[in-house]
């Protein structure tokens, strides 16, 4: 499967962005669809995901901010996320499934103070 992730973008602190995850195959035969960041000079991290049965997970840095959705039809995932902070800058990538090597190209989320 190929995952092309879009939405990022520049936005105010206290903004909104709806990023986006389009896989080329079905993600409903993954037991969860991810999102991570990776901020420069740090390490890849696990944002938010989402199980097959639509049960979700977040980091605690995002918790009540930002929402995990998925459309098995649309064999899409989304992250809305809001009253971003400066520090939600980086790349943001989806996965499919949470072990996988199936990542999407990342979208850059830069933040503004």
């Known amino acids: 499967v190929q995952l092309q992730a879009s939405g990022g973008g520049l936005v105010q602190a206290g903004g909104s962005l709806r990023l986006s995850c389009a896989a080329s195959g079905s993600i409903f035969s993954f037991n969860a669809m991810g999102w991570y960041c990776q901020a420069p000079g740090k390490r890849r991290e696990l944002v938010a995901f989402?199980?097959?049965?639509?049960?979700?997970v977040y980091a605690d840095s995002v918790k009540g901010r930002v929402t995990i959705s998925r459309d098995n039809a649309k064999n899409t995932v989304y992250l809305q996320m809001n009253s971003l902070k400066p520090e939600d800058t980086a790349i943001y990538y989806c996965?499919?499934?949470?072990?996988?090597?199936?990542w999407g190209q990342g979208t850059q989320v830069t933040v503004s103070s």
């Open positions: 989402i199980t097959s049965s639509g049960g979700t």
């Open positions: 996965r499919a499934g949470l072990t996988s090597n199936y």
